[in-house]
Every structure is written in C-alpha cells, then in structure tokens.
C-alpha cells in the first residue's frame, strides 16, 4: 500500500495544518459523522443543506484520526475550540483547506500517480453501472479490481473511489455527469487506460439541450485516456456509431461491440429469456457460447463491452465466460426476485431516463406472467424535452403488451395520456400521488403469478414501493 502523508496534503492543496503532526498518514476518507470508524479521515463537505464541515466535533468524538475542513466554514469556530481539542484529542490532526471538493480531487490525482495500473474508466447515459459491474468481474480474473461502490460516479465519489486504492492492481470506475465539463476533471483523475462510454440517450437532456451536447459531454472521457490508451464504444448507439464513422482516423485505437452494426465484438444466435441470455461468438477462429445470468438486449450489449475489455487485457476467453456468467449486479439495477406473495417483483428504481425505461418495460414484456404490471414514475431533469420523453414511455408501454399502468408523479401524466391515445384500457390505469397510494393499488390488484416492474428517477424514492411489497 502507498501512503500519503499529511504533509504532502499541506503541498499539494497549499493547505494549513492546524493541529496535529505532519508525519501521519491519510487513513480512509469518509464524508459521513455516521460511518465514522477509529482512526479514519473526515472530510467536510458544504452541501445544499448542511455544511458538514461544521461537524468535526461529532467526527473526532466518532475515532477520526484526521479532519480536512474548509477554511471558510470554520476558522472562527475551531479557533475558538482548539486548545479545548489539543487537550482532549492529542492524537488528532486538522488540516484546513480552501475547498474540500478541490482538495479531495487533488488528493485523489496524487493518489492515482502513485499506481501504474490498468484503469477501466465507463461513461454513458445509462448502464454505467451494470456495465461496470460485468467489467469487474471478468477482469478479476486476473487482477486484484477495484471498482466504483454503488453510484459513487461524481465530483466527490470517484475521488473517493480512487482514495480507496490499497493493494489492488487494476481499477473500474464510473464517471456520471449533469452538465458539461464535469467528466474532464474526472477523467483527468482516474487517467484511464480504456474508456467506454455505453451509450448517448436522453438522461441530463433537459441541462445539455440536444443530444448533440450529451455526446460532447460524453466525449469528455478521453481528456484524461492515456496516450496509448483505447476507446470502446457501443456501435449500435445512433450517436456513438455516427461518431466514430466520421472519427475513424482518431490518434488513439478504438474498439466497437454492437448486435447490429458491423463491429469487432459481435454475437449471432442470440436466445433471450426473462432469466437469462445465450449467444455465440466467434473469437480467434473459436466458437464460444455466452451464459448471461441478467434478462434483456441491454445485458447482450454489456457482456459485448466485457468480452471486447478482457481481450484487451488479455484475459483467456473461458476466464471471460465464466466472469459474465458468475457477475453481480449493483442493487436497485434490474434486481429481479419473487416476494412471499409469489409476485415476480423487477426492481430497477434507482434511476430512470427514456433510453432506461425503455429497456426495462422490453424486458417486462417478455416475461411469462399472469398480469404485467408496469410502476412508473417521473423521469427527472429532462427540461423542455419532458412531455416528448414521458410520451414516448407511454408509446413503450403500449408496444410491449403491458396490462396494468400505475403511474407516480405530475410529469407521469403524459404517460398515461399517450398510452390512452394509444389505446390502452383506462380501466387499467392507476394515477397515485404518491408512493404509498401506488403501494395499496399493487397490493389490491396484484397475486401471485404476476409480474410488476418499479422504475422511476431517484428523486421519487421507488424504494420505499419496493420495500413495502417485497419485505
């Protein structure tokens, strides 16, 4: 393990130490009073809200070793408390800086240069997670892999996902975005050595205005790919297969995966199931088949995406098999389980965008169940685009032979209007408030057999839907 010691912060954020001795070593970084363990480092945050910098006292009261803090949330109150906190927590060291969220990523990208390992990094509108989750699996057949924990894909999770690099000897990490210049910075941290970007749909259209500007803001990936590095990118994608037509002479090597269009990674005799996919491939004049353990085209394209990193690394092709076939996926993404009531229960709530949706209403459709029952709720952060996205949801849920819509949410309105326009039986629409009016309507309606999905943007808390019905 590489140490960082506190007095290289001091030089690399220009920081002041104002307790504490400058031998010690950075211990793990954690943002939240309640997760704190002996001897970790807290990190104050300024949100929208709180200012967690402000609850240092609670941290070194929980074992923190180490306090970073900015200075401009708390100079006068420390100085006031500091011979008190000398006296009582001689052990302690607090280090203040002029923006925590600089210094984190600052630290971070010390903490990156200190590794010469191979690094996954994955960008795109949807399946960053998933897509991830399978990366990781075939590439811990060779290597010790570290990867993004949950959704920690921002201006501070991937920062801290970086932080948390210890012995391993490869590396898997998701960057997300809301708005332009937020992947740069990022790619600039992690310096990936092969960047994916999934896919360019709709999610953020509402803060980027066109496609056009999400496929920019994509792009930004290869601001921090290394010199020798690789792009790989899903070539069924309208944007990223446009993309790369007119960018083929590009200074770095780009590899393609896609079922449709003619690409590197490519599979043939594709058997979908609501359990599971097969196909085949043909890889170094071999036939191989594929186990998928995951339901739906989407997870096709994700297993593509690994088969494409793994030769890359040069990963034995059975190794690759048997990393897809054996990976897990993140909770709250296509998580499918049957509850006590034997309702086949689809639990992909954690986010939702048209290109997402769309997917997830496919895969219920395919599904043998007595009632297909879709939970939809509003899809976030799509701007002047809402109407037209929510619309076309409602199009999907006509097309893929969904029996009964509830819907959560002002914006889900325009769901259920295009789905009746589309000739959907009002009879089997349900329009709730909120939450706990959708949970009473699915447990009046549904029994066992059936088969109810739970999608909606992150913001709605399906969660609370999921836990109600399945616990």
């Known amino acids: 393990m590489k140490n960082i010691y506190i007095k290289d912060i001091i030089k690399i954020c220009n920081a002041e130490l104002l307790c504490g001795n400058e031998e010690d070593t950075l211990t793990d970084i954690v943002k939240d009073t309640r997760e704190i363990k002996k001897s970790d480092t807290y990190m104050g945050f300024k949100g929208e809200h709180n200012d967690g910098n402000l609850f240092y006292n609670i941290a070194i009261e929980n074992g923190a070793k180490i306090c970073i803090l900015q200075k401009s949330s708390v100079k006068n109150k420390i100085n006031l408390e500091i011979e008190d906190i000398k006296k009582k927590y001689s052990n302690v060291s607090i280090i203040l800086v002029e923006d925590t969220i600089k210094a984190l990523q600052e630290i971070a990208s010390f903490k990156r240069n200190m590794y010469d390992i191979p690094v996954v990094g994955i960008t795109g509108s949807v ?42 000897d490869a590396m898997v990490v998701e960057m997300g975005m809301n708005m332009p210049n937020e992947i ?128 890359i690394f040069d990963i034995p092709m059975e190794d690759i098999l048997e990393g897809i076939a054996n990976f897990e996926l993140t909770k709250r993404r296509m998580q499918v389980e049957k509850n006590k009531s034997g309702i086949t229960v689809i639990n992909d709530c954690y986010n939702a965008n048209y290109d997402s949706m769309k997917a997830a209403i496919e895969y219920l459709g395919k599904i043998n169940a007595k009632k297909k029952i879709a939970v939809l709720g509003d899809m976030l952060e799509l701007g002047e685009f809402s109407k037209e996205l929510h619309e076309k949801v409602g199009e999907e849920v006509v097309n893929n032979n969904v029996d009964i819509l509830i ?12 789905a009746l326009e589309e000739g959907f039986n009002k009879e089997n629409i349900y329009t709730c408030d909120n939450n706990e009016e959708a949970v009473k309507v699915v447990k009046k309606i549904a029994s066992a057999g059936d088969a109810i999905l739970l999608k909606a943007s992150n913001g709605l808390n399906f969660q609370e839907i999921y836990n109600k019905i399945c616990h």
């Open 127 to 168: 399946g960053k997670t998933s897509t991830k989750d399978i990366i990781a699996s075939v590439m811990s057949k060779k290597f010790n892999v570290l990867k993004t924990l949950g959704n920690y894909n921002n201006q501070i999770g991937l920062p801290l996902t970086v932080l948390r690099l210890k012995d391993e």
């Open 184 to 311: 740069s910075p990022l790619s600039k941290i992690a310096r990936p050595s092969v960047a994916v970007i999934t896919n360019v749909g709709t999610a953020h259209i509402g803060n980027l205005g066109s496609r056009e500007n999400i496929l920019k803001a994509k792009l930004e990936i290869l601001d921090g790919l290394q010199k020798d590095g690789i792009l790989v990118i899903n070539n069924d994608n309208d944007m990223l297969h446009n993309w790369y037509m007119e960018n083929k002479n590009t200074n770095f090597k780009v590899v393609t995966f896609g079922m449709e269009n003619k690409s590197d990674i490519m599979p043939y005799d594709i058997e979908l199931s609501e359990n599971g996919s097969t196909y085949k491939i043909d890889i170094d004049g071999k036939t191989y088949t594929v186990n998928i353990s995951v339901g739906g085209n989407h997870f096709v394209l994700n297993s593509l995406c690994a088969i494409a990193i793994g030769r």
């Open 407 to 418: 819907t959560v949410g002002s914006e889900a309105k325009h769901i259920v209007n295009k």
